[in-house]
């Protein structure tokens, strides 16, 4: 369940092909029990997700649900899902108040951005030896939960923050332009998506902004640099606590993973391809072990701890993933190469 068809679908097809990939590799082996996997096209919209929801529980007769794709999303479905008991694991949502609901049936597959904006700012601060920073965000749960965190982590290591907010429909940046170029920032953060992060920062550059550019999961997509244009997007960097490692870089798992990827989709992973396919594999387990029923599903949840392509499947009580890997990719080009985890990245 996410945004297969709107503005932002970059972020939500690929963790759809790597859930699709995970099961038909199970299925492939001719189980007793086989795995349908039945997309629900959200285009973002939280009340949209809402009816979508209601749908999958009492006409579908779904078992079990990988998303909502988006913290806004997931923040309408929680309640449904707990409603029709319900177990969900979402790939790709990040906000922190997702777990702060007390929902059983809830789980997310990486870490929040509380973690994730710790760790980036930890890398502004650190790597990138930043003094100044202008934190940007649109609003949406998902962007002023994670600019917030970056925001606070800075201030707490010395560095001076100005912040300011942009219109989430709005495609004229310039007021925020005017205020970032005289506070002269080492970095320019934004908390957002990949559509509206691209068309800031060409506005930026075209306004003579040469700070670094930083954004977060929900920039990770080759569409920022696009909308940027390739020269505009020197010196960006984007976080996610997700792996995106086609050579093997992190580990061998995601080589081998990126292989099968590339040879069923004819592409690259992409951002959530192997978050995606871990999900899955969560719930192969699940089918596997004999757990058919949302509730026993459910159940196995509580207990799953298995190595995935990104990190290990282990929750916790709350339903939170135990991994807090957090990655940084820099741009190159027109691609977003790992760069290393923000702990230790390093920029030449």
């Known amino acids: 369940m996410g945004d297969l068809t709107g503005e932002n679908s970059g972020i939500v097809i690929p963790p759809k092909q790597g859930a699709q990939m995970a099961i038909d590799e199970y299925n492939a082996t001719n189980p007793k029990v086989k795995i349908t996997l039945k997309p629900y096209d959200t285009q973002g919209k939280p009340e949209q997700a809402t009816g979508l929801a209601q749908q999958a529980i009492k006409n579908d007769k779904i078992a079990g649900l990988i ?10 479905v929680g309640p449904v899902l707990e409603e029709g008991k319900i177990p969900s694991i979402s790939p790709s949502a990040t906000n922190v108040t997702l777990a702060e609901k007390g929902w059983k049936y809830w789980h997310r597959g990486l870490a929040d951005d509380s973690v994730q904006g710790a760790g980036v700012a930890e890398f502004i601060a650190g790597a990138l ?5 202008f934190v940007i965000h649109d609003n949406q749960d998902y962007s002023k939960g994670l600019a917030d965190v970056v925001t606070q982590t800075l201030k707490g290591k010395g560095v001076n923050v100005q912040n300011d907010i942009v219109d989430t429909k709005g495609t004229d940046y310039s007021s925020t332009v005017n205020k970032v170029k005289p506070f002269a920032p080492d970095a320019v953060f934004f908390g957002g998506y990949y ?16 700070a670094k550019f930083l954004s977060g999961d929900g920039s990770l997509d080759g569409g920022l640099i ?33 292989d099968a990827y590339k040879a069923k989709f004819n592409a690259d992973p992409a951002i959530y391809s192997a978050e995606g396919y871990d999900v899955a594999q969560v719930f192969v387990a699940a089918v596997k072990a004999g757990k058919t029923s949302t509730e026993d599903i459910n159940e196995f949840l509580k207990t799953v701890d298995i190595p995935g392509v990104t990190k290990q499947m282990k929750f916790g009580e709350n339903g939170e993933v135990t991994a807090t890997d957090v990655y940084i990719y820099q741009a190159e080009g027109d691609k977003l190469p790992l760069l290393g985890n923000s702990k230790d990245a390093t920029v030449g």
């Open 195 to 210: 559509a509206q992060g691209g068309r800031l920062l060409k506005q930026l550059r075209e306004g003579g902004v040469t």
């Open 67 to 76: 998303g909502p794709a988006f913290s806004g999303e997931s923040q309408s």
């Open 226 to 258: 696009k909308g940027a244009g390739a020269s505009n997007a020197k010196d960006t960097f984007i976080s996610c606590p997700c792996l995106i490692d086609p050579t093997g870089k992190a580990n061998a798992a995601s080589k081998k993973f990126a």
């Open 129 to 133: 030896k930043a003094k100044k920073a």
